[in-house]
């Protein structure tokens, strides 16, 4: 039975109209998908109903699973093995949305005379499904405390909804009608238009997310200490959502790059573009190491995808796009050898292939490292050029006592990644060595934007003490073998300044 449903976001439909339409089949049994909550009779629905926002949201969600798959091949299992995700349309009263590993979450709020349903956005649908697909392919990225990281989660969200847009005909039509080189402000570059105006109404026009976010953009690349930790929605701040803006900006330039590249401009040739720029990203994503300059580790990755996949041919496309955004990629030096370790490369063994490095090679990483000489690696591996290359990670604790009296005896971990190679059979540190202390500084910068920006959850907090009721937490301190870490629980759809709900 057909059902009624908002092809990009509520605010969109001057351009992508309301459409009924025969929605998407349940998932196959082999495949990921979702377990449904409220459900609703099939059925052309009025918006504003329980209904529809049931048959709105699940839509969207579906067909952001399909756009992943177009791109990725399929989805078998979330984070964690899951099977299944919980969609819950509508879990109360705030103007939000989030991702938390178990679900995604959408809400509504009324201000005045409107009600704004965060899930009846396909835009914030398919961005919370975005960070959900994230870290299926690299969850080890949901918990590292750098600011360009979590951003890059951020700009991911935003990128899988614009992505799904473009697997829209329809949508793709009335874009190049509207901006023909996709060089100007559009309504698919633009996300979550409804729930930003709604942000607005509740806030005011300074709280950070009272704008859309957009993807075309001309933000450029700063060092994120030398950012204020909250600023009004024109302007850029270290808080991960508005920093995002910046990789988001690099991402859509390459499509728009690509696309104006082809001698075709029609809306067949912005599918092609579409699906080429959502590869390179996957790609990279998978393969970017955790480092504190993550925008540019992500470039340069979209450019070695770029040459395994296609042969190179639109490495300019990647490259001016991120110069641009003032993040110079200089990708060649990703995989360039640096300096030779003491031992042999890193082989693959056992029946799982796994990768292993030996000891005295992490015993001398650790000496160039200034860490313990017993420091734990965790070490993982990709294929590039026909060579294996591990990523191996050394967890460095940062304390955070000095920043906030109920963070005494909490730490966080700063990454130390290094990619290690081979030369000759002997182990070798490729690209260069990690500044441990520059990482642990990015750290506390990231905490204290947290902190700025409300978003740790204490044990003992009551409302008063946490700061703004209902303000969404995407942090808490948990105990990990013995030790009080401050670690990721959710990602959501806004962040930005502690304004209070009335
Ligand atoms: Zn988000």
């Known amino acids: 039975m057909p059902i009624n449903f908002i092809p990009n976001d509520p605010l969109s ?19 990921a998908g979702f377990r449904f909550s409220g459900v609703q009779g099939e059925g052309e629905h009025s918006v504003g109903t329980k ?108 990128l899988v909804a614009i992505l799904t847009a473009l697997m829209d005909p329809l949508t793709r039509e009335t874009l190049l009608a509207e901006s023909p080189d996709l060089r100007t402000a ?17 806030y005011g026009a300074s709280h950070a997310a009272s704008k859309p976010r957009r993807a075309l953009n001309e933000f450029v690349w700063q060092h994120p200490i030398l950012l204020p930790h909250s600023a009004p929605p024109d302007e850029l701040s270290s808080e991960i959502h508005s920093f995002g803006r910046v990789v988001s900006g690099c991402v859509y330039d390459t499509l728009a790059n690509i696309f104006n590249s082809r001698p075709n401009r029609d809306e067949q040739s912005l599918l092609e573009a579409a699906q080429t720029t959502g590869r390179l990203l996957i790609g990279a994503a998978k393969i970017a190491p955790s480092e504190s300059r993550y925008f540019r580790a992500v470039g340069r990755a979209m450019i070695l995808v770029d040459s395994e996949l296609n042969g190179g041919a639109n490495h300019l496309s990647i490259r001016d796009a991120f110069a641009a955004h003032n993040i110079p990629l200089g990708s060649s030096a990703m995989l360039a050898p640096v300096s030779l370790l003491a031992g042999g490369a890193p082989s693959m063994s056992g029946r799982s292939q796994k990768i292993s490095i030996p000891k005295s090679v992490t015993t001398d990483l650790a000496k160039r ?29 940062v304390p955070l006592g000095g920043l906030d009296r109920r963070l005494k005896g909490v730490v966080a971990f700063a990454p130390a990644s290094v990619l290690v190679g081979e030369v000759s059979a002997r182990a070798a540190v490729l690209g260069g060595l990690p500044d441990v202390q520059g ?12 902190l700025d920006n409300d978003r740790v959850k204490y044990e003992d907090s009551n409302a008063a003490e946490s700061g703004a009721p209902g303000r969404f937490k995407t942090h808490e301190i948990q105990s990990v073998r013995g030790k009080r870490v401050l670690t990721r629980i959710a990602f959501d759809c806004f962040g930005g300044c502690g304004c209070s709900h009335g």
Not at 133 to 144: G, K, T
Not at 439 to 450: P, S, Y
């Open 369 to 397: 490292l200034g860490v313990a000489s017993t420091a734990k690696f965790a070490v993982q591996s990709f294929q590039m050029a026909g060579e294996t290359i591990a990523e191996a990670i050394h967890e460095h604790e």
């Open 186 to 202: 559009n309504y698919v570059e633009a996300t979550a238009e409804d729930l930003s105006d709604g942000i607005r109404r509740e």
């Open 51 to 158: 209904e529809f926002l049931f048959w709105q949201c699940r839509e969207a969600a579906l067909r952001s699973i399909e756009t992943w798959e177009a791109l990725n091949g399929p989805l078998k299992r979330w984070q964690g093995n899951k099977k299944t995700l919980l969609l819950r349309q509508d879990a109360g009263d705030d103007l939000n949305a989030y991702y938390d590993r178990s679900s995604l979450s959408f809400f509504h709020h009324t201000s005045g005379q409107k009600t704004t349903y965060s899930g009846a956005s396909t835009d914030v649908v398919a961005h919370e499904a975005g960070h959900a697909f994230l870290d299926a392919i690299r969850p080890q990225l949901f918990s590292v405390n750098f600011t360009e990281t979590g951003a890059f989660h951020e700009a991911f969200g935003d």
């Open 439 to 450: 990482a642990a500084d990015e750290v506390v910068q990231f905490v204290e934007t947290l």
């Open 13 to 31: 439909q001057a351009f992508a109209p309301l459409r009924t339409i025969d929605p998407l089949p349940e998932r196959p049994a082999d495949r």
